[in-house]
């Protein structure tokens, strides 16, 4: 899930400082717990006898409510929540005085266990009553990291909840105004046929400005939705090892083709028509956009929008190239840093929130589908509208499966920034599909081998 401020974009710098501190220390890029677990009690000061829990998540997600519950039910722990800031966390982790719990997306965590940073969650989860193997689901692997490979080994942290983020949001009064007939929602549309659909939904007035916009979401490169259509034709943009690239495989080179296509065709926001509002989560909101590639968790932000939810649609991912994938491009959870000085209050945390009322209310609330399979049962489905949500997207859950975005070698931040630009250049210009992927082999190649060096 993303956050509600809805931010999705660096940080290179930062990141150097991590590389630097962790390559004299890091080893084959797999963190293991060693030694006896830390006591609760006495520890990260405070007041006597109560350990002082440093918590670096956003506000908006460890509210008042959760912390009162946390405190009430371990009153030998108290909560210090510090803004969840990717410069500050670099900072605390490159001088060895991390937080004790931080929070990250899955789909680009591997950075973090490939230089020793983060604590293999593995016997706290053996150990735990409340969260069990047997119980989490798929996303959930995600966290895992092999020194290698992202999506098996050890298990470094946990999904708070997600989204099958190429799901799509449909405004049934914009469709009916365009004369378009509203996609079914038990059959997925086609990437490939999004373009066309999207400019019988686009709607202009006299003097040539847009109304209503056909398509909205990301109209971007983005790692996360080119890996998703290289996966639905067998491909991947890494090789074994996630030590290098290749944009320039047929299946890369037809992906990108289809967002230069569809950024040219006038029928969204993007890099030549930027979002004045910043997200085009409020541009649907406000009826500007009528077709949206947005998550299950929209569903909250619609909440306090009432008269959108009822005439919005819930539709499946389309597939690409024939292929039903439906992936998370985020999976945002939270995870224990290798060198937190708490890490079972810590762990005694992360089983709250991950488990505990506070995950029993988000899933209720519609804001993600819950990382714990058991808890899938409460996700809203009183109202007709609610009921349409979930039906979709409980027959979307077998298409999911991972697809691995990012490399643990440079930060996800640092490759966003590079394909953005690339993209904001190669859309106006005309540039084919074929020279930006060489662009991006050597610009991003040549980043991964820099990087690389200091890891191990």
């Not at 109560?50 to 008042?64: K, Q, R």
Request: charged share 20%; hydrophobic share 40%; net charge neutral.
């Amino acid at each position: 899930m993303k956050e509600r401020k809805l931010g999705r974009r660096g940080f290179l710098a930062g990141a150097a400082s991590v590389l630097s501190l962790a390559g004299a220390s890091a080893t084959s890029g797999c963190a293991v717990r060693t030694g006896s677990r830390d006591t609760a009690r006495g520890s990260g000061g405070g007041r006597k006898g109560v350990t002082t829990l440093t918590v670096m998540m956003p506000p908006s997600e460890v509210t008042p409510e959760v912390i009162k519950g946390f405190e009430t039910a371990n009153p030998d722990i108290t909560i210090n929540l510090i803004k969840d800031d990717q410069t500050r966390l670099t900072a605390m982790l490159a001088a060895g005085e991390p937080p004790d719990v931080a929070r990250e997306s899955a789909t680009g965590f591997a950075f973090y266990p490939a230089r020793g940073l983060a604590e293999n969650l593995d016997p706290y989860v053996k150990d735990s009553s409340l969260i069990k193997e047997s119980d989490l689901a798929p996303i959930n692997d995600l966290w895992r990291y092999d020194g290698q490979m992202q999506g098996r080994g050890p298990r470094y942290g946990l999904t708070k909840d997600y989204s099958q983020d190429a799901t799509l949001w449909a405004n049934r009064t914009l469709f009916e105004q365009a004369g378009v007939d509203l996609p079914p929602d038990t059959e997925p549309l086609a990437f490939e046929g999004i373009p066309e659909l999207a400019a019988r939904l686009t709607r202009n007035t006299k003097d040539d400005k847009t109304a209503v916009f056909g398509y909205g979401g990301t109209v971007d490169l983005t790692m996360a939705q080119l890996a998703h259509m290289v996966a639905a034709q067998g491909g991947s943009l890494f090789n074994d090892d996630l030590s290098a690239v290749d944009f320039s495989s047929p299946e890369a080179v037809k992906a990108i083709q289809y967002w230069l296509d569809l950024a040219r065709a006038n029928v969204s926001y993007g890099p030549t028509r930027p979002n004045p509002a910043g997200w085009d989560g409020n541009a649907y909101i406000a009826g500007r956009i009528a077709l949206l590639s947005m998550g299950y968790w929209f569903q909250g932000q619609l909440a306090g929008t009432p008269e959108v939810a009822k005439v919005s649609v819930f539709l499946p991912a389309p597939t690409f190239a024939g292929k039903r994938l439906s992936p998370t491009y985020y999976g945002t959870g939270v995870w224990i840093p290798s060198k937190a000085k708490n890490k079972d209050a810590a762990w005694r945390f992360v089983e709250y929130f991950i488990a505990g009322e506070p995950a029993k209310q988000r899933a209720a609330s519609g804001w993600g589908i819950p990382s714990l399979k058991s808890l899938e049962p409460l996700m809203p489905h009183k109202t007709p509208e609610e009921r349409q949500v979930y039906e979709v997207q409980r027959r979307e859950l077998p298409y999911f499966d991972i697809v691995v975005v990012a490399t643990p070698y440079v930060r996800p931040q640092a490759l966003a920034k590079i394909l953005s630009a690339e993209f904001k250049a190669a859309v106006p210009s005309g540039t084919s599909a074929g020279k930006v992927a060489d662009s991006l082999n050597r610009q991003i190649n040549d980043l991964i081998a820099q990087e690389k060096g200091k890891v191990g």
